[in-house]
């Protein structure tokens, strides 16, 4: 064999080698979290209670990062959080940036092509927050400005709601709460769960409430890669354990029982069928 064809030859193999490396990252996140001892969570940092920074701990907590939490014991790792905003937690979980999206995110068919999920952990709906006493029916924000999150299930499903609303997409929830807040739009729309966060952080939130209106049920899935096979059944055994032994409700009355800021009745369970 010539230089030339050794060359190739080498080439060819560090490829295959490279290939095989990078498809094992990507379709057995399971062992490869084993094999380096942490695991990588894409999470919210400015949605309480689903993740956010403690003021007093300066990390991020929240509902979401207990249930990675209770992930990483029974795989016996560390945990490593990565804020991701909506926009950007696919994206981040594609490149291999992070193992697992935690991060209110909304099981689709439309996102299931890219990505698998785990069975739902959480159950919401799609609601609004608005100035006392203005809103009261869908009609109600016909034609308004409604701010909402930029690559959200929210911004998709309002549009489909009212269209003849004006959407207007921010990097986050708190900044179209700000917008509300100063009048640039008309209501806020997201999950009710998150909604209830950011009104129980508001010093203002005597002025805003929740109206009874919604558009859509959201259930939240962890966000697994692809074909990831091995992990998502992981992930969901660990979720029905969960749900068995009582720890999943455990989480949530931490976050969301009847003596905390986010009160909001569990009206759904972990199962197999979600």
Not at 30 to 55: H, M, N, Q, R, W
Not at 180 to 187: C, E, H, I, N, P
Not at 244 to 250: D, I, L, M, S
């Amino acid at each position: 064999m010539n230089k030339l064809g050794s060359l190739f030859a080498a080439l060819a193999l560090m490829m295959l080698t490279t290939g095989s490396a990078l498809a094992a990252d990507t379709a057995d996140t399971l062992a490869a979290v084993k094999a380096k001892g942490v695991l990588v969570a894409g999470v919210k940092d400015s949605t309480p209670p689903f993740g956010y920074i403690d003021e007093a701990s300066r990390k991020i907590v929240g509902y979401d990062i207990d249930f990675i939490n209770a992930l990483a014991k029974r795989l016996g790792v560390q945990v490593e959080l990565k804020p991701v905003t909506s926009a950007s937690r696919m994206p981040q979980l594609q490149e291999g940036h992070i193992d697992i999206i935690a991060a209110t995110m909304t099981k689709n068919p439309e996102r299931a092509k890219v990505i698998d999920f785990s069975h739902a952990y959480f159950i919401t709906g799609q609601k609004f927050i608005t100035k006392k006493g203005t809103i009261t029916s869908l009609q109600d924000l016909e034609g308004k400005r409604i701010g909402t999150a930029k690559g959200s299930t929210s911004e998709q499903n309002v549009a489909k709601a009212i269209p003849t609303a004006t959407v207007l997409s921010f990097d986050d929830y708190p900044q179209a709460f700000l917008a509300l807040q100063q009048g640039k739009v008309a209501a806020v729309t997201t999950d009710e769960a998150i909604l209830a966060g950011i009104l129980a952080k508001s010093p203002n939130k005597d002025k805003f409430e929740i109206p009874h209106v919604q558009i859509s049920e959201e259930p939240y899935g962890l966000g697994m890669r692809k074909g990831d096979t091995n992990f998502v059944a992981f992930v969901n055994q660990a979720l029905l354990e969960m749900e068995q032994n009582g720890e999943a409700k455990a989480i949530f009355e931490k976050w969301f029982g009847p003596t905390t800021p986010y009160s909001l009745e569990r009206t759904f369970t972990i199962t197999a069928v979600k």
